[in-house]
């Protein structure tokens, strides 16, 4: 399978919470990403986490990471229309971590 | 703007065509990448270069050549390219290779007949 995977679209009510979910592979992956993609530009690193930590808040965005089972969730809290975007989870890989796998992106839609 | 760009933004070319894509970064970062992004795929790394030097080649075929001659600029030669090779290919650069955050450019969103 891949290795990483996640779900290809989401559609939540504006004002109400997302959670994009994330599975990967590599248990010894030491870092955990998420990026945004707006239409028309390249992606941008939203957030990330270190595999020894559970959970981590920034505004409206918190990252939950289950190592146990290779889970990862980004919760995007009152969800605006300027959300909509792709959200692409990546892991590190390699001995330094020099490369980055990436996710297929899930696509986030916002319903009025 | 995120200090990568690329050009041209939009590339129509036949399959017996060679053309370039161009990317340049403006943050002073010593690594710079080539990915492609396929519609319902994973963003596909496709080369990596550190200090100029290549050090990742992730099985590409060889109609893809790129060139780095410094740590500012990447090209991505393209020749003889299949309709399959339609995609968004995307830059980024990094400080040094590694955990860095990477810097994406917008893409070059190419088309081949």
Redesign the interface.
């Known amino acids: 399978g891949?290795?990483?995977e996640q779900s290809?679209f989401l559609s939540v009510r504006e004002g109400d919470s997302s959670v994009i979910n994330c599975t990967y592979t590599d248990s010894s992956s030491?870092?955990l990403y998420w990026y945004k993609q707006e239409p028309?530009?390249?992606?941008?690193?939203l957030t990330?986490i270190f595999s020894n930590m559970d959970m981590k808040q920034d505004q409206r965005l918190t990252v939950l990471l289950n190592k146990k089972d290779k889970h990862l969730s980004l919760r995007i809290a009152d969800t605006q229309t300027g959300d909509s975007a792709i959200y692409?989870c990546?892991e590190?890989k390699g001995s330094?971590?020099?490369?980055?796998?990436?996710?297929?992106?899930t696509r986030l839609s916002i319903r009025p | 703007e995120?200090g990568?760009t690329q050009t041209p933004r939009h590339l129509v070319m036949g399959m017996t065509n060679k053309k370039s894509l161009k990317c340049e970064q403006h943050l002073g970062h010593n690594a710079m990448y080539w990915?492609k992004q396929s519609a319902?795929?994973?963003?596909e790394?496709m080369f990596?270069y550190n200090f100029k030097e290549q050090?990742?080649n992730n099985s590409v075929p060889s109609r893809f050549s790129p060139e780095c001659p410094n740590s500012s600029h990447l090209f991505l030669h393209l020749h003889t390219l299949q309709p399959e090779d339609s995609a968004l290919y995307?830059?980024?650069s990094s400080q040094d290779?590694?955990?860095q955050?990477?810097f994406?450019?917008?893409?070059t969103r190419l088309t081949v007949l």
């Open positions: 891949e290795d990483v290809l030491t870092y028309g530009a390249g992606l941008q690193l990330y692409f990546a590190s330094s971590a020099s490369k980055i796998i990436f996710g297929s992106g | 995120t990568v990915y319902k795929k994973p963003l790394l990596v050090t990742e995307l830059c980024a290779r590694g955990l955050e990477q994406f450019g917008p893409g």
